[in-house]
């Protein structure tokens, strides 16, 4: 296994695994199924990731496939707090074949490797309140509840 910083020419296999991931994520809330369009515009979204220095995505290469990614991106607070920096993890995926086998671990290691050189002192990550293999990963490696985002649906 080897973790690495991602590179334009991993998009297609990127792309693959985003849509593996968003289908995972739609059967745990309807709310994440695909658009049309998403494809497309995620492909622009991860494109302009390459050129942004406030973000890294890494990628899980085994045997010359990829079978993960995650993403980090460094924040900003509004000015009226002292922490004013933090580190954000956009995305942790892992093809379903490779789940439960450490990649995950790995790859948020690398994140927050990346995210403290940053300089950040505080990282988060948004769950699904459904997704409990993703809380476990992340309880298991020192991340603990902080604030709970409540929403509300209103009809079409």
Do not use: C
């Amino acid at each position: 296994m080897n973790i690495r910083e991602a590179m334009p020419s991993d998009v297609p296999g990127l792309q693959a695994l985003w849509i593996e991931f968003m289908d995972y994520h739609s059967h745990l809330d309807p709310a994440y199924t695909r658009s049309e369009e998403a494809v497309t515009n995620w492909v622009t979204y991860v494109n302009s990731k390459f050129e942004d220095e406030s973000s890294a995505l890494f990628v899980a290469i085994d045997e010359g496939s990829l079978v993960g990614y995650a993403g980090a991106v460094v924040r900003e607070y509004p000015p009226v707090w002292t922490v004013r920096k933090f580190g954000f993890i956009e995305e942790i995926a892992v093809t379903g074949d490779f789940r439960r086998h450490g990649i995950g671990r790995q790859l948020l290691a690398v994140a927050e490797e990346w995210l403290l050189a940053q300089g950040v002192k505080k990282i988060e990550v948004k769950i699904d309140t459904a997704n409990t293999a993703s809380q476990g990963l992340f309880r298991s490696q020192g991340f603990m509840d902080h604030t709970e985002t409540l929403i509300k649906n209103y009809p079409a």
